[in-house]
């Protein structure tokens, strides 16, 4: 779904100005590439949340509820915990080479 579309189906005005980040440095401190259409959204209308169920992080406000980089390591730490814990990691995911990052959730 487009930026655009997502303010149609959001009944929010666009475009907003929240301004930008710089997403060389957020790459860098999460070691990972942020997709293109994300970095669009953020840019467009900021981390918060839809209908209070939808939660959009995004990598500004660090400690704000909607904190892309403290989401990241908490979940990270979460996901380790339950793993070494005997919780059964999905067959898609590689321990030593892949991460997963929530840039959102519900």
């Known amino acids: 779904m487009s930026v655009p579309e997502l303010a149609r189906w959001a009944n929010v005005s666009y475009p907003q100005a929240p301004g930008e980040v710089d997403w060389s440095s957020v790459s860098e401190e999460l070691r990972a590439l942020i997709p293109s259409d994300y970095q ?22 660090r400690g704000d509820p909607y904190d892309l980089v403290s989401a990241v390591i908490e979940r990270e730490m979460a996901l380790e915990l339950l793993w070494d ?3 059964e990691v999905p067959a898609a995911i590689d321990r030593e080479n892949d991460r997963l990052i929530a840039c959102k959730h519900w």
Request: hydrophobic share 30%; glycine share 20%.
């Open 40 to 61: 669009e959204m953020i840019d467009t209308f900021g981390g918060g949340s839809f209908d209070r169920h939808i939660w959009i992080h995004s990598p500004r406000g």
């Open 85 to 87: 814990a005997g919780e």
